[in-house]
């Protein structure tokens, strides 16, 4: 909790509190990247964006997306950090990055996201 971690489309984790058990679960549930490639010229600088389920050790489910790049655009109502409730507990998820970057000679390889939670 508090620190960068990185997570591929599938992949889950465990979030620990300050006290060392855990506080959530996530689990990417799809990565969007629709950014336009490096070193070309678009219409429109595109977006990336991930689908997340959470739950805290409560069992309370969540569902969020972040997104970053042009999301108005694309008509996606997110941003790249959003703050959710679980019960009596606010979490800060931030998507600080999408890798790789399209058009870098990387397209084949798995996307992952690059993010930090935070309980604020």
Request: charged share 20%.
């Amino acid at each position: 909790m508090g620190k960068e971690f990185n997570m591929g489309q599938g992949d889950k984790a465990i979030l620990k509190g300050a006290n060392g058990q855990a506080a959530l679960s996530l689990e990417v549930q799809e990565i969007i990247d629709g950014r336009c490639p490096a070193n070309s010229n678009c219409i429109w600088a595109g977006y990336a964006s991930v689908k997340l389920f959470a739950s805290d050790k409560k069992g309370e489910n969540k569902q969020l997306l972040l997104c970053t790049g042009d999301c108005q655009s694309a008509s996606i109502e997110a941003t790249a950090q959003t703050a959710i409730e679980f019960a009596d507990v606010t979490y800060q998820f931030t998507l600080l990055e999408v890798n790789p970057f399209p058009g870098t000679g990387q397209d084949n390889a798995p996307k992952q996201v690059k993010l930090v939670v935070e309980k604020l």
